[in-house]
């Protein structure tokens, strides 16, 4: 036995680093050997110690300190170790030529292995805890436990780790695991496959990088997945291998946090690829065949992803939506409530923020409608009609409801929709015919916060917002002015408000007349 022992790193790294400290290390020798005047190590514990195994830039490692002896030169020292147990040892493997990192606590890891040979068969059974797996900055693996059956063939004379048949179960997910991992000079070699049949859906959540999993694990997830995980390319400085998966799933479950609403009978199978191609270097997503039930209401869905940068889109959906159940899935953080149902068949293609590419097909059916928005009293109440989708356009028809007490009937055009809703800074373009018996503009134009900084009344636009509107409507009320047929064109552009035509009624008279204004003041639609 052994106390507080230390060992530092080889040539070239510092010896005032530290490879290994323990505070207990246990040898066993075979006895008889010793009594012949030879040290054959046969066993080895390490109590309560920490290890760090560096790999630099250049892929020089900081734990070659087994000394070689030459041909001719009789050793009376041999490490045919037959045992190797790690009790609560720290280890921690940072790997810079990879950019790979592993922080693990080994709490009760057994290894075999004739480990002075170029070439071994090692065993590693036993339990780990994982603190953190990192891969070029993505966290995969964070706070899990591991139980290791784990057989590698080693070949030291050419870095090659071939895995033998493995399994690592981590947390409630059995993980086979085949394939093999090489090191060269200046990058790794690895093709590894992983494979699990009816892997728990949230064991499986915490594989992926923390900054989607994080996300995804606030939802209750019930259900089973199968997958296959590959893993095959060079890892270094400026290269990464290429990841591909597939994975479905049969009967799963999904309910959003404070939520009583679940997406049940959830069905799909998906394709996954870092690199779609040697010419497309860039991410694609597949899930064919999604099928779901919310609330009683059937969801049938296909989408492909083509590049997270600058996204190709695919999808077609087919189902029923309850907007207040879904909204506890997803709500634009500019709603407050929102209600009703859609009828929605539908499908888009195209690269997105290139309209030319668009094409969609389709409709939506809205029933029942009604929103409510954040920091604002306006409501929409009570909306009906349809939209139906022509490549970059959503055609309107017989659009009817609510805002605030105002009542609106809307047939027309929405352009650029897609834009305006998938991207940052776009503009939307409307050109419709609107009607109605009564506007009340007090309920629908606000005060903004910057009304007492300035000085000139009036109505603010969205600079974002284009329409034109042919108006009809039998009567008009903005704070103590009064008006009856108004007929003519309102255009929005860019912050400017044109008028054509129009004609109203007020104070008894009829009134006509062309006006361009442009649209500074402390009130909002």
């Given amino acids: 036995q052994f106390d507080q022992i230390l060992a530092r790193p080889c040539a070239p790294f510092s010896k005032q680093d530290t490879l290994l400290y323990a505070d207990k290390l246990f040898l066993m020798f075979d006895i008889k050997e010793i009594f012949a005047g030879r040290y054959n190590l046969i066993k080895a514990e390490i109590n309560d110690a920490t290890l760090n195994l560096i790999t630099n830039k250049k892929g020089e490692i900081n734990y070659e300190i087994w000394k070689s002896q030459p041909d001719n030169t009789a050793s009376t020292f041999n490490s045919d170790l037959e045992n190797v147990l790690l009790k609560n ?5 940072n790997d810079e030529s990879s950019v790979q990192q592993y922080a693990l606590v080994a709490e009760d890891l057994k290894f075999n292995g004739q480990f002075k040979s170029t070439r071994y068969k090692l065993n590693c059974t036993g339990k780990t805890f994982v603190n953190e797996i990192m891969h070029h900055g993505n966290v995969y693996l964070r706070n899990k436990n591991l139980i290791s059956d784990v057989h590698i063939d080693i070949d030291n004379l050419h870095h090659v780790y071939s895995f033998l048949p493995t399994t690592i179960n981590i ?24 494979k699990s049949s009816d892997a728990d859906i949230l064991s499986l959540l915490g594989l992926l990088p923390n900054s989607v999993s994080e996300k995804l694990m606030a939802y209750d997830v019930k259900g089973d997945l199968d997958f296959t995980l590959r893993i095959n390319g060079n890892s270094g400085t400026n290269e990464v291998p290429v990841i591909t998966a597939d994975f479905s799933t ?13 997406l049940k009978n959830i069905r799909f199978m998906a394709f996954y690829t870092s690199q779609k191609s040697i010419t497309k270097k860039v991410q694609y997503i597949s899930v064919k065949n999604f099928s779901a039930m919310l609330e ?12 997270f940068r600058k996204p190709f889109l695919n999808l077609k959906a087919d189902g029923v939506f309850d907007l207040k159940q879904l909204s506890d899935f997803y709500k634009p953080d500019t709603v407050s409530d929102i209600e009703g149902t859609v009828r929605l068949n539908a499908s888009f293609k195209g690269q997105t923020g290139v309209p030319s590419t668009y094409q969609s097909t389709g409709n939506a ?9 954040k920091n604002s009293p306006t409501s929409f109440s009570n909306f009906e009609g349809v ?6 356009a959503f055609n309107i028809s017989n659009m009817a409801g609510l805002i605030n007490s105002s009542d609106v009937h809307i047939n027309g055009v929405i352009t650029n929709a897609y834009d305006y809703l998938l991207l940052p800074d776009r503009s939307l373009y409307i050109d419709a015919a609107l009607s109605s018996k009564k506007i ?14 300035s000085k000139s009344p009036g109505i603010r636009f969205s600079p974002l917002l284009n ?10 009320v903005y704070k103590k002015f009064e008006a009856s047929e108004i007929r003519g064109n309102v255009n929005v552009q860019s912050g400017e408000l044109f008028t054509d035509g129009l004609s109203l009624k007020s104070c008894g008279g009829m009134r006509s007349e062309e006006h361009t204004s442009e649209l500074q003041s402390p009130y909002v639609i």
């Fill in 89 to 93: 040892v720290a280890i921690l493997i």
């Fill in 171 to 194: 947390e409630k997910m059995k993980l086979v695991v085949e394939g093999k991992i090489s090191q060269a000079r200046n990058h790794t070699f690895t093709d590894l496959t992983l």
């Fill in 250 to 262: 049969s009967n799963s479950q999904l309910t959003p946090p404070s939520s009583s609403h679940d």
């Fill in 296 to 307: 009683g209401n059937s969801i049938r869905a296909d989408f492909e992803i083509e590049d």
């Fill in 365 to 373: 059916q809205l029933k029942n409608v009604t929103v409510k928005l």
């Fill in 387 to 392: 939209f139906s989708f022509d490549n970059n």
């Fill in 440 to 453: 009340n503009l007090d309920e629908i134009i606000v005060e903004s916060s910057s009304s007492t900084t």
């Fill in 467 to 476: 329409f034109n509107f042919t108006l009809s409507v039998d009567e008009l």
